[in-house]
């Protein structure tokens, strides 16, 4: 959560893209993810719903217990589905929805964690022209992740938080989403 905070922390109100976030959370509790990163960040936050279209301007979490993809309409769907990387929501499922529906539009970043998720669908995002962005495993709390996703292809960057940060600062919002 703290590399979430870290990167998202230098975006402002205005800021002019579409943000999605998975965090792998215990199932069956109530999530307050959206309520403390609306506390802390400057965008407005909150928390995905189903068949909800996407927003520009607005970081949308996943609720913890169900995966999270976006469907051709450029709206969510919440799934109950079986976990992947025993995770749910996974952020290989993000990613691979996203892809399909964004294309090179898309800038997909992988940040910190202890297993393999997000690995295979983040060289999906760059197979389908969009942005790959990888947390350098130097900086990442727990490396896994990174690695993982280093393993899998070449991204277009590897950087520090701090570098994540700048970079989506700057991103142009006609190019990316």
Known sequence: MEALLQVFAGLP???PLTLACVLHLPEGRESLLADLFARRLAVRVR???DKESLAPGTLYVAPPGYHLSIERDASFSLSREEPLHFSRPSIDILFESAADCYGERLVGVLLT????????????IQQQGGLSVVQDPHDAQVPTMPEAALATHRPDHILPLRGIRDLLARLDPTHAE
């Open 13 to 15: 109100a205005g800021y």
């Open 47 to 49: 928390e995905a719903r």
């Open 113 to 124: 964690g202890a297993n393999e998720d997000g690995a295979r669908g983040l060289a999906y």
